[in-house]
C-alpha cells in the first residue's frame, strides 16, 4: 500500500507500481524505465516512504540531485533519521571519540550521491548495514565503476530490495544483475500515441511576440562573443550564454555577471605570469590572455547593456496573456515552466505584482502539503524553472505556459509529463507556448519540433 501522504498526489499507473513492488511475493531487485517527468521519482518515494513506516527501517537512495531528498522530508515518517551520506560522513561515523565502532540511525533515510559508489571503500562501509530498500535514481547517469558497484551491494545481502529508475534505452542498464525485473511505461501508455492528430494540435497554443530593435542586438551580441571565444567558451562555462540570453535578459545579466566572477582572476593570473608558465608556452598564455580580456570587455557590455533595455517583449507577452489571454488561464490555476532558475525568480517577482497569487516551486519549499495546498488556489501562476521542479507531481494543474524553450526534446516531454499527461484517463494538458516571431518560418516549427505529442507526430 502506498504511503498515504503521497497517495492523494499518486495517479492510478504510479499507485499500481506501488502496489505490485510491495507485495510479498514480487521480485526483489527492479528496474522502472520511463521518460523523464513521467513520475519515477515520486513513484519511489511512495514506495520509500511505506517500507519506512514499519520501524525500524533503513532505505538508501542513490541520486545526483538533492533536491529530490529534500522533498521528502515532508513525507517519512517523523521519528526517522534523514542522513546524506558522504565519504566524510562516513569516516566520521565510522568511529565514535573513544575510537570504537558508533551506530549509524537505526531508522533513517540516507541519500548519496552515484559518484561516491565508484569508491571501493564507500561500497566496503555501506555492505556494513542492511538496507531494507536501495533507490537508484538515475541508472542512465551512473559511472561505469558505480554500475560495477551495485551488483555486491545487493549480491552480498546488504539490500533486501532494490528499486532502479532509469529512462529508456537500447541497452538496458544493470545487465550484470540476473533476476533484475523489468517494468516499461511506454509512450503509448501516456496517451498521446492513440489521440487523434486534430485533438493534440488543439492542445497546443502558440502566442508569438515580436523582439525589440534592442533586444535583438543584444541577442546578436551575444551571438558573436560565442563566436570570437569559441575555442574556450566551454572551459569558461559560457558556451550556453545564448540560451540564457533567449530566456531572459536578467538571465543574461546573471550569467555574464557570474562568468565574469571567475574570469577576472584567470585574467589577472596570466597577466602576472601565475599560469605554471613550465607548463604552457608563452604563444598559448598570449592567445588565451587576448581572448579573456576581449570576453570580460563583452561580458561586461553584456549586463551594462540589460540594464538599459526599455522592454523585456517575452515578459510583456506573458503578462498579456495572463491578464487578457483565454478565460481559462484568467480563472484557473497554471504552471509557467523556465529552464533558467534566474529567470523562474524574475518571473515570481515580476508577476507579485499581478491581482492573483503567484507561487514560486523552490526546493526548500517544495513540502507536499504546502505545493497541494497552492495547486488548489482557483487561479494560482506557480513558477517553475526545469531543475527546481525535478520530481514534482504539477498534475492537478491542467495548463501550462512554456515560458521558453530548451533544444532538448527530452527535457520538453518532461515538462509535459509533469502535468499528469502520463495519465491516459485525464484530459490531455493545455499548452501555451511564447515564440520569438523571428525563430522560422514559420515560426511553430521549432516548437513542435521540441513538442511532437502537440504535432500529432
Known sequence: MADPTLAPVLRAQQQDFVTQFLAPSAPRHQLLLASTGAGKTTTAMAVAAAVLRAPPAQVLYVTPDRVEAEHFHSTRPSGSKLVHISKAWLREHNRGPDGTSSRWPAWMFATIDPHALADPWVIRELLTTEWNLVVLDD??????????AVPHLIGEGSASRLLALGRPSA???LGEIEDLHITRWSLQRVGWDDMPAADQLRRFHSVLFDRSPEERLLLQRVQQLLDQVRDYSSEWDIDDLDQAASSSPYALQVRALQALERLRPQRNALAHGRTSEDLRNSLGRAAEFRQITVAIRELQG??????????????TALTELLQAG????????VVVFCAQTSTADYLANGLALLERSAVRIKPQAAEIAELQAAVR?????????DDTVIGVDLGQVRQAINYDLIPNPQRMLARWLR????????????????IDRSQGSPPEQLALELMPYLAGV
Open 171 to 173: 541497452v538496458a542498464p
Open 139 to 148: 541508472v542512465n547517469d551512473l559511472n561505469p565503476r558505480a554500475e560495477q
Open 302 to 315: 553584456l549586463a551594462d547593456a540589460v540594464d538599459k533595455l526599455a522592454v523585456d517583449s517575452r515578459y
Open 419 to 434: 502535468l499528469g499527461a502520463a495519465d491516459p484517463h485525464r484530459r490531455s494538458p493545455e499548452v501555451w507556448t511564447l
Open 326 to 333: 483565454p478565460a481559462a488561464l484568467r480563472q484557473h490555476g
Open 377 to 385: 488556489t482557483p487561479d494560482v501562476v506557480l513558477v517553475a524553472d
